[in-house]
């Protein structure tokens, strides 16, 4: 539908350009007859000269020619020309270029808008993929570095049994985290570049949410976390291996900023027209000024919490969600914590 519109506007812009050339051929066959007729009147009344009318014609013709054609040239040509230049300096890797021009057709002010929005968003998505690779080879660094620090120590000296022990849990830890991280970045990357397959199918969605709390039980026990959980019923087409990230992430959030014995609550709803996944913790709450970018690639609210992750879960999060065509939201609550919203469509098939 989306392409049919489209099309349907493109042929709407060429015709509007058809109809200003052949306007412009007709006023000037028009003007060009007009002003053969008048001049030679005022040739053969006033000044007594008899001219042969097909050649005073095709001379006025040419004329009348020459000028519409420079006419054409400095309305159309020229900002096409210059608009191509403007695009080679983009092929180039120049996306600080911006363009403007005076022709007065419409649609050559479209394409100059439509060039000037395409440079700026190729400009951001440069600015974004570079700083994309700037955070992944640090946050590829830092594990890195680590692995090697304890495997050297390992290597250098003699230590104590519980001294290699917690070394080598340094680096079992750190080698999950690296882990974690490409996978992560693979992941990210593979959706962005629409290379995962929709992979569709029914499934109950409260039973994965329950499975991602079970997978999780190690780190809602070790912290005396109290789980309030009411899920109903539900079931849902889409991707399982891309939603279980979703809920493995909101959840394992919600159990790292609780405090020790606090409450997690979960709910799952299904209404005539979306399904809604509500989860709410106790933790410290989100900075008004961090809100917006808690989806953001590689941003942190709690820098304490740094190493226990890399950034890029409520990223994948949002991501996985847009790709079911749902929206995932963030909230502070009056009573401390925050609440995130998952909002999924109901689409039966």
């Known amino acids: 539908m989306k392409q049919k519109k489209e099309a349907k506007k493109k042929r709407f812009i060429f015709s509007n350009i058809n109809i200003f050339f052949t306007f412009l051929v007709l006023v000037e066959i028009v003007i ?77 002010k479209e394409l100059y808008n439509s060039f000037d929005l395409m440079v700026r968003e190729l400009g951001a998505t440069e600015i974004l993929q570079s700083d994309f690779m700037s955070n992944v080879s640090h946050e590829i660094k830092t594990p890195v570095n680590a692995i090697e620090g304890y495997a050297t120590l390992l290597q250098g000296g003699e230590y104590s049994d519980e001294e290699q022990e917690e070394y080598i849990d340094k680096i079992l830890f750190n080698t999950k985290r690296l882990s974690e991280l490409v996978g992560n970045v693979l992941l990210l990357s593979k959706i962005d570049n629409q290379a995962i397959s929709k992979n569709e199918k029914k499934f109950r969605l409260d039973e994965q949410i329950r499975q991602s709390i079970m997978q999780l039980e190690t780190n809602w026990t070790e912290k005396d976390i109290e789980l309030d959980v009411d899920l109903e019923k539900v079931e849902f087409v889409g991707n399982t291996t891309l939603l279980i990230h979703v809920w493995d992430n909101l959840i394992g959030n919600a159990i790292k900023f609780s405090p020790v014995g606090g409450l997690v609550s979960i709910r799952l709803k299904q209404s005539e027209a979306k399904i809604v996944f509500t989860i709410e913790d106790q933790g410290p709450g989100i900075a008004e000024e961090s809100v917006k970018h808690i989806f953001d690639k590689f941003f942190q609210v709690d820098s304490s919490h740094k190493q226990e992750g890399n950034g890029l879960g409520l990223a994948l999060a949002k991501k996985i969600v847009s790709l079911n065509s749902g929206e995932i939201t963030v909230e502070n609550r009056d009573a401390g914590g925050c609440r995130f919203t998952v909002e999924l469509p109901l689409v039966f098939r």
Not at 67 to 74: E, G, I, Q
Not at 83 to 105: H, R, Y
């Open 32 to 108: 060009t007859i007009g002003f053969a007729i008048f001049l030679q009147w005022i040739l053969e009344s006033i000044l007594q000269i008899t001219l042969s009318s097909t050649s005073f014609l095709l001379l006025v013709g040419g004329f009348m020619g020459s000028a519409l054609a420079f006419l054409v040239n400095r309305i159309f040509f020229k900002p096409i020309e210059q608009l191509s230049q403007g695009m080679n300096e983009v092929a180039e890797g120049d996306f600080t270029i911006k363009m403007s021009t005076n022709s007065p057709i419409n649609e050559v």
